[in-house]
């Protein structure tokens, strides 16, 4: 994960003050629980962000045609594929 957990909640605190600032959210129960979910759907996020990783690199060491790690090739092939997977499991 790249964060620790204090630093998620850390996060989501300043995101929860700062919506409720700007009036984008407002809560009906408590903030505790507000910073709780948002600090939830940033682990889920991280999470898979790191499945579709993993799967984009299995994908492409399983390609026919080898790629260079690095390469400008592998670099867009990674990158088409990578927003290929991520909007499809987004949209679910």
């Known amino acids: 994960m790249r964060y620790s957990s204090a630093r998620i909640r850390y996060l989501s605190k300043k995101i929860l003050k700062q919506a409720t600032e700007e009036g984008v959210i407002e809560i009906i129960s408590t903030d505790k629980l507000a910073t709780e979910a948002i600090a939830e759907t940033i682990e889920k996020y991280f999470a898979l962000e790191d499945e579709v990783y993993e799967k984009v690199i299995e994908s492409l060491n399983k390609r026919s045609k080898k790629l260079?790690?690095?390469?400008?090739?592998?670099?867009?092939?990674?990158?088409?594929?990578?927003?290929?997977?991520?909007?499809?499991r987004l949209l679910k």
Request: proline share 5%; glycine share 4%.
């Open 68 to 88: 260079i790690p690095g390469s400008m090739e592998w670099e867009i092939a990674f990158n088409k594929t990578y927003e290929e997977e991520m909007s499809k």
